[in-house]
Protein backbone atom coordinates (compact mmCIF):
# COMPACT_ATOMS: atom_id res chain seq x y z
CA UNK A 1 0.00 0.00 0.00
CA UNK A 2 1.08 3.17 -1.48
CA UNK A 3 1.44 6.71 1.42
CA UNK A 4 0.14 9.87 0.88
CA UNK A 5 2.08 12.90 -0.04
CA UNK A 6 1.74 15.36 2.29
CA UNK A 7 -0.12 17.20 -0.57
CA UNK A 8 -2.53 14.20 0.04
CA UNK A 9 -2.97 13.85 3.51
CA UNK A 10 -3.10 17.86 3.22
CA UNK A 11 -6.75 17.25 1.33
CA UNK A 12 -7.74 14.07 3.04
CA UNK A 13 -7.79 15.91 6.02
CA UNK A 14 -9.96 18.86 4.90
CA UNK A 15 -12.35 15.45 3.81
CA UNK A 16 -12.27 14.03 6.94
CA UNK A 17 -13.31 17.37 8.82
CA UNK A 18 -15.81 18.37 6.47
CA UNK A 19 -17.58 14.52 6.30
CA UNK A 20 -17.48 14.85 9.85
CA UNK A 21 -19.01 17.64 10.49
CA UNK A 22 -21.88 16.97 8.32
CA UNK A 23 -22.47 13.76 9.92
CA UNK A 24 -22.02 15.11 13.31
CA UNK A 25 -24.86 17.76 12.41
CA UNK A 26 -27.11 15.47 10.34
CA UNK A 27 -27.18 12.38 11.70
CA UNK A 28 -28.03 10.06 14.38
CA UNK A 29 -25.32 9.94 17.04
CA UNK A 30 -26.42 6.00 17.80
CA UNK A 31 -25.89 5.31 14.42
CA UNK A 32 -22.57 6.25 14.64
CA UNK A 33 -19.63 3.68 14.63
CA UNK A 34 -15.71 4.14 14.31
CA UNK A 35 -13.83 4.92 11.28
CA UNK A 36 -10.62 3.81 10.62
CA UNK A 37 -8.49 6.84 9.25
CA UNK A 38 -5.43 5.92 7.06
CA UNK A 39 -1.95 5.35 9.17
CA UNK A 40 -0.40 8.86 7.59
CA UNK A 41 -3.48 10.70 9.32
CA UNK A 42 -3.87 8.97 12.70
CA UNK A 43 -2.08 11.26 14.59
CA UNK A 44 -4.07 13.95 13.62
CA UNK A 45 -6.82 11.97 14.81
CA UNK A 46 -6.23 10.92 18.16
CA UNK A 47 -9.42 10.12 19.56
CA UNK A 48 -10.97 8.58 16.72
CA UNK A 49 -13.15 9.97 14.36
CA UNK A 50 -16.82 8.15 14.47
CA UNK A 51 -19.42 8.20 11.33
CA UNK A 52 -22.87 6.64 10.09
CA UNK A 53 -22.51 3.96 7.69
CA UNK A 54 -23.50 6.30 4.87
CA UNK A 55 -20.95 8.92 5.83
CA UNK A 56 -18.57 6.21 5.97
CA UNK A 57 -18.71 4.48 3.09
CA UNK A 58 -18.78 8.35 1.39
CA UNK A 59 -15.31 9.13 2.93
CA UNK A 60 -14.14 5.72 2.05
CA UNK A 61 -14.87 6.29 -1.76
CA UNK A 62 -13.05 9.78 -1.51
CA UNK A 63 -10.13 7.78 0.05
CA UNK A 64 -9.96 5.09 -2.40
CA UNK A 65 -10.37 7.82 -5.17
CA UNK A 66 -7.63 10.63 -3.66
CA UNK A 67 -5.14 7.57 -3.37
CA UNK A 68 -5.67 6.54 -7.10
CA UNK A 69 -5.89 10.53 -8.65
CA UNK A 70 -2.73 10.30 -11.04
CA UNK A 71 -2.81 14.58 -11.38
CA UNK A 72 -0.27 16.12 -9.28
CA UNK A 73 -0.82 19.07 -7.80
CA UNK A 74 -4.65 17.42 -7.58
CA UNK A 75 -7.01 20.88 -8.84
CA UNK A 76 -10.51 21.02 -7.17
CA UNK A 77 -12.89 19.02 -8.18
CA UNK A 78 -14.99 21.98 -10.16
CA UNK A 79 -11.76 22.33 -11.52
CA UNK A 80 -10.53 19.19 -12.48
CA UNK A 81 -11.09 17.47 -16.54
CA UNK A 82 -11.27 14.04 -14.72
CA UNK A 83 -14.07 13.67 -12.98
CA UNK A 84 -13.46 10.49 -11.24
CA UNK A 85 -16.51 10.62 -8.92
CA UNK A 86 -19.99 8.91 -10.02
CA UNK A 87 -22.87 11.57 -10.34
CA UNK A 88 -24.32 10.14 -7.30
CA UNK A 89 -20.69 10.53 -5.23
CA UNK A 90 -20.35 13.67 -6.70
CA UNK A 91 -23.61 15.16 -5.82
CA UNK A 92 -23.49 13.71 -2.44
CA UNK A 93 -19.91 15.50 -2.09
CA UNK A 94 -21.05 18.93 -2.94
CA UNK A 95 -23.82 18.88 -0.81
CA UNK A 96 -21.56 17.77 2.16
CA UNK A 97 -18.75 20.77 0.93
CA UNK A 98 -21.37 23.22 0.76
CA UNK A 99 -23.38 22.49 4.03
CA UNK A 100 -19.67 22.13 6.01
CA UNK A 101 -17.83 24.58 4.54
CA UNK A 102 -20.63 27.27 5.50
CA UNK A 103 -20.64 25.53 9.37
CA UNK A 104 -17.20 25.86 9.66
CA UNK A 105 -16.54 29.12 8.06
CA UNK A 106 -19.28 30.76 11.04
CA UNK A 107 -16.97 29.00 13.76
CA UNK A 108 -14.38 30.76 12.88
CA UNK A 109 -12.23 28.25 10.65
CA UNK A 110 -11.01 30.18 8.37
CA UNK A 111 -8.13 28.12 7.03
CA UNK A 112 -10.82 26.26 4.99
CA UNK A 113 -11.63 29.06 3.08
CA UNK A 114 -8.04 29.81 2.46
CA UNK A 115 -8.06 26.25 1.23
CA UNK A 116 -11.19 26.83 -0.87
CA UNK A 117 -9.72 29.52 -2.33
CA UNK A 118 -5.66 28.69 -2.84
Do not use: N
Amino acid sequence: METFTPGQQKDLKVLIDFVRVYCHASHDPAAREPFAVPPELEGRYRKGVSLCPACAALLSHGIAKRRKCPLDPKPSCKHCRIHCYSTEYRTKIREVMAFSGRRMIMRGRLDYLWHYFF
